[in-house]
């Protein structure tokens, strides 16, 4: 007997068809429907009915989608999946180094399978939590993953729900966490059926529906993205959500989903016996999404500070368009107050919104740890026209200067796939629908978009060619040549030189100071007993400090110390131990 259940409210009438069966449900409390089923089980077909319609649905909660998006759902049971990590028990966020990942692009199979075969390279580079791009059900074969509709089902372009079950045991294995990148602020524009069960939307964003939250029925709406982000974390053995742009999740109600997403997470921590850490995406600058709830904070673990990846991109780069205008103009100055305090913006102009913008941090309270510091990720490398990494407009040694001051800060590290190693692939923007009309439409938006920013329609590759997504996956040849096998190396050594001294992994920003040379494109960056000094000019620099040197830890190229002097060559870092 299998029991069926389904969230349609304002409806007088729902049926279940099951292997071809058609099946009457039943009203239960809150807007619910239910039916009891003799025979079916793991593997049966199912879809909803809605009202009198004849057309059959997928379950909004469905965990499996084989047919894809728009077909029937199948029953799947959690425990058909005979897991090996008993013994785990968590990786916790501080302390730890994060590496992003698109399935789809991270090996040429672009499987879950594949991608396990590459984790020993993860392993090897010092990398504590494997961040991946959303994973659930989307409409194409192909996708970035914002564009999902299925929340609850895994995508069959990776291997389903049981090959994410596969990656996530053998990551555990090789005592690797998996950070798991969920979408809760839209719905794809292929599939997205939550509007014919119940009033599921709010109106919209940007990206397409976003849900209703703090409305009439909002209860089991808000019920309907909690229990998915329970369910990875507890049904799939994921240590982490990363919340996909948190900022367009519209809640007037007293306790923001956030918060109560916070509050039940730490819940089902205590009972599975592991952390589990929440990291939001946000361009609010507000820094009460990572404040203790004793201090009247959301509560969530860290956020994504796109700041400091403004402040670093536009210090290597010398690019100052856009959102990178107030950025260019701060220069090292402006570097130099985000590696201590995290944002730039904290209540000040903004000159790219018009408007005063952000909240400073609260340095005294609030770890660094909690600010995730990154040079690339998806969106800053894949939402130029070009897709180009930093890879196209730096040199070696920039890139080496910037992964310094990335590793030594007293925030949480991420590497984007490839980083690592300066690969040279692009990372696209890439879609695929069935529906023409909606290719058609992809592509112009993009185009039209781009074309805001400066970049012509002949720069801007087409989203849903397959070139596009094929020329985004990684060449794991890359890393065994010059000059990407001593960038390599060299992100070994400071992930490394972080994990061995404790001043290079201390959170606290108030013992964070850096002085800055504009002229002299120097950087200095105090941790303790430790100086890291970069510098980013075309001659050798000559730096004074305050005591001598007892030796360099590490260094981008051949420095040298004299007392408390010490010469970096040009485009060079040099890490001493006073």
């Not at 068809?17 to 009891?36: F, I, L, Q």
């Not at 890879?391 to 949480?412: D, E, R």
């Not at 001593?486 to 972080?498: D, G, K, P, Q, V």
Request: glycine letters at 10%.
């Amino acid at each position: 007997m299998a029991e069926y259940r389904v969230w349609a409210p304002e409806h007088e009438q729902m049926r279940v068809v099951v292997d071809g069966g058609t099946h009457p449900m039943y009203p239960s409390p809150g807007g619910w429907w239910h039916a009891e089923i003799d025979g079916a089980e793991h593997g049966s077909a199912y879809a909803f009915l809605v009202g009198d319609d004849e057309t059959p649905l997928p379950d909004p909660r469905s965990l499996w989608q084989p047919g894809g998006v728009h077909a029937a759902s199948r029953r799947y049971d959690q425990d058909h999946f005979i897991w090996t990590d008993t013994t785990w028990t968590g990786r916790q966020l501080p302390g730890s180094v994060l590496y992003e990942c698109h399935i789809g692009t991270f090996t040429p199979d672009g499987t879950f399978d594949a991608a396990i075969r590459r984790l020993d390279h993860l392993v090897d580079l010092g990398v504590d939590l494997v961040e991946l791009l959303p994973v659930n059900a989307v409409d194409g074969p192909w996708n970035w993953g914002y564009d999902g509709v299925g929340w609850y089902a895994v995508t069959e372009n990776y291997g389903g729900p049981d090959g994410l079950k596969r990656f996530v045991d053998a990551a555990h294995a090789r005592g690797l966490g998996v950070v798991l990148d969920v979408v809760y602020n839209h719905l794809g524009p292929s599939g997205a059926y939550l509007d014919r069960f119940g009033p599921y939307f709010a109106g919209s964003n940007i990206w397409g529906p976003s849900l209703n939250l703090d409305g009439p029925w909002s209860d089991d709406v808000r019920r309907y993205a909690i229990d998915n982000a329970l369910m990875w974390l507890r049904d799939f053995h994921i240590d982490g959500l990363r919340v996909d742009a948190v900022h367009a999740l519209r809640d007037t109600r007293a306790v923001h989903v956030l918060e109560q997403l916070a509050v039940e997470v730490e819940s089902l921590s205590s009972h599975v016996g592991r952390p589990l850490s929440l990291i939001a995406e946000s361009d609010l600058n507000d820094p009460r999404l990572v404040t203790s709830r004793e201090g009247g904070g959301y509560g969530l673990h860290a956020q994504w500070a796109d700041d400091i990846h403004h402040s670093l991109h536009s210090v290597l780069t010398g690019e100052g368009q856009g959102y990178y205008g107030d950025f260019a103009a701060a220069g090292l100055t402006g570097l130099g107050h985000v590696l201590c305090r995290a944002f730039l913006h904290e209540g000040t102009w903004s000159s790219f919104r018009k408007r005063v913008h952000g909240a400073p941090v609260d340095t005294r309270r609030i770890p660094g740890h909690r600010f995730l510091a990154y040079l690339q990720n998806h969106d800053q490398i894949g939402n130029r026209a070009a897709g180009d990494r930093l890879t196209q407009s730096l040199t070696p040694g920039q890139l080496a200067c910037g992964a310094a001051l990335v590793f030594t800060s007293p925030f949480t590290p991420m590497l984007f796939m490839g980083e690592e190693w300066g690969a040279r692939t692009p990372w696209q923007f890439f879609s695929h629908f069935p529906d023409a009309a909606l290719r058609d439409a992809v592509r112009e938006g993009r185009t039209a978009e781009f074309a805001e920013h400066g970049w012509g329609a002949s720069e801007v590759p087409d989203p849903n060619a397959e070139s596009t997504f094929l020329d985004s996956k990684l060449d794991w040849d890359e890393p065994a040549q010059e000059p990407h096998a001593t960038l390599l190396s060299l992100h070994r050594e400071l992930i490394a030189l972080r994990r061995q001294w404790p001043e290079l992994s201390d959170p606290w920003l108030d013992d964070v100071e850096v002085d800055v040379d504009e002229a002299a494109r120097t950087i200095v960056v105090y941790r303790g007993r430790i100086r890291v000094v970069v510098n980013l000019g075309h001659t050798d620099a000559t730096v004074a400090l305050e005591r001598g040197v007892a030796r360099i830890l590490l260094a981008s190229e051949p420095a040298a110390a004299e007392q408390n002097l010490i010469i970096v060559p040009p485009e060079a870092f040099a890490i001493a131990l006073l």
